[in-house]
């Protein structure tokens, strides 16, 4: 346990720099106004007796803390076991140690903290906030709006039409599932299956979307509800099966409910590519190379998409805020990786 | 982006309330010596106008953010892909937030970042710290100290003998490890070899004891240097067996090392168990349950010694600070626990 006693205080700096408080504070907040010799002395002292500012106290002359705060809106089960945030999170701590920000990583066990989290992110420990996977009726948008801390999000959020003042980053969701129908449609399927992720977010919603402007008007018992885990595709896929035994394609809504899939055509005897065809999305490995037979993809660049919601960010914390020259969303383009299974 | 200054403020609250700007922080940081009319009007208007106080300014008076800092002294990649790590945040987390503390994980790129992760403690944004997976060298824990805030740590810490004032959570690595030998000596296996772990980490040197006190002098052949992970245990295995075709039995340092050397030994068609009987260390699952075969293994409960690290410290800081009563280190029992593998 460390001892709290041991900590230098900004009266010991100054004692052993033969200057004023006032001087140390000055100096550890910038050094303005101070004569270059008086810094250098301050300097020394601060360093020989490992002096560390209290920087409760400073950030609130500062107003900066040089962090930023991740909020994934999933339990850290979730977050610990899909790979698609240990992407987005690698791009993110890349993109922040680069411009020497601490990535504060704010974990929950579900919807109930998040109150909690807003407080924290409202406690001025923070610069700003980068908030992904959120759900329509989850009341982090709202508490984020009122911790005022500037914040960019992962995704287009679905509580406006995206077009207003939130910043966010995405990727054509929507295009790269009329990508994939299109591909099943191209090698001659006739009986295509969507399984959706959770329809509360609009990454799903969307690639729901891309499916029915390929396909029109369909059987509906070919779209299944799904919540982009292995569990929930493999429950789909058997669902499928039993309503459609005709089923000869499915587009995945992830790659992860693929996985499930696939799982459960093989129990079933059905051959992938040849009985059905089969898509994912997102592209992560080394799960979408694993799977048997290799998973064809929607790629999506989810470790870019990390790094550009954390230089957003850093881009309007610069700047002071978002008045001038607010930088705008982002949404990238996906590519169709084809591998075995479609 | 949200707008910073929507944001409610003191006097709005005051406003609202008809009462003094003194009368409302009062009753925001406690409520003491205002009178029950007043501080019901108070809360009334800070539930109307969604008023956040400002923490950094308030935890200058109370001391207290209900938020605690995890450091787990590896980049981000080796967290995201080594289950052990996901399970001890899952018994911290639990634990954190059933006492409605704020998980704050402090996410590096690697060692070159513990001094801005220091800064981040000493700044006054978190109650305490959970520190694990510490390494001999690294300058973090003396950071840690004099940061000044309370520290409980997970694994003994190896600067010292362990036995002072640094207060940890560990299981019995070297107990653990003598076990697996000597079931290994049981089934008549006379080529024991071990596979260690980073041998800067007091985990994988107690392991290594716990092997030497069993085998006593051996061949220096059969030990083997690695880093925990699968890639590290494929090529040490590959050494293993070029400079000892006759090895008979692995004692692996962990269970994703044990993974890479079953697939070498798979590779090099060697038996499991006939051949070359494996064991490895952690039971992490679905790992552990999965290889093929199924892996016996050293069980250390993770997730509980996650649970019991901020049980420590949050009675710590309930307290006020380790001087009265301090909380001693806990050091588990581990189990053998059998599968196919030896």
Redesign the interface.
Known sequence: ????V??PTLEAVAARAGVSRATVSRVVNGGDGVREPLVERVRRAVEEL?Y?????????VTRR???VAVVIAEP??RI??D?FF?LQ??GI??EL?AH?N????????GRD?HA?????L????VDGALVFSLHLDDPLPGL?????????FGGRPGWSDGTD???YVDCDNRGGAEDAVRHLVGLGRTRIAHITGPLDQTSAADRLQGYRDVMGETDPRLVVASDFTPTGGERAMGELLDRCPDVDAVFAANDLTALGALRVLRERGRRVPEDVAVIGFDDVLPVAEQTEPPLTTVRQDIEEMGRLMARLLLS?LARG??ATG?PSSVVLPTTLIRRATA
């Not at 560390?52 to 609130?60: E, G, K, M, T």
């Not at 601490?102 to 066990?109: A, D, K, R």
């Not at 409202?122 to 420990?125: E, K, T």
């Open positions: 346990m460390s001892d709290a041991s900590r490992g560390v500012p209290n920087q409760a106290a400073r950030s609130l803390h040089d962090a850290e089960t610990f076991t790979p240990a999170l690698r701590s890349k140690t020497d601490q990535l504060v990583l704010l974990l929950t066990e903290d909690r989290v807003a407080r924290y409202a406690g001025g420990h984020i709006e009122g911790a005022g801390v500037p914040t960019v003042s939130a910043v309007t805020g978002p607010a």
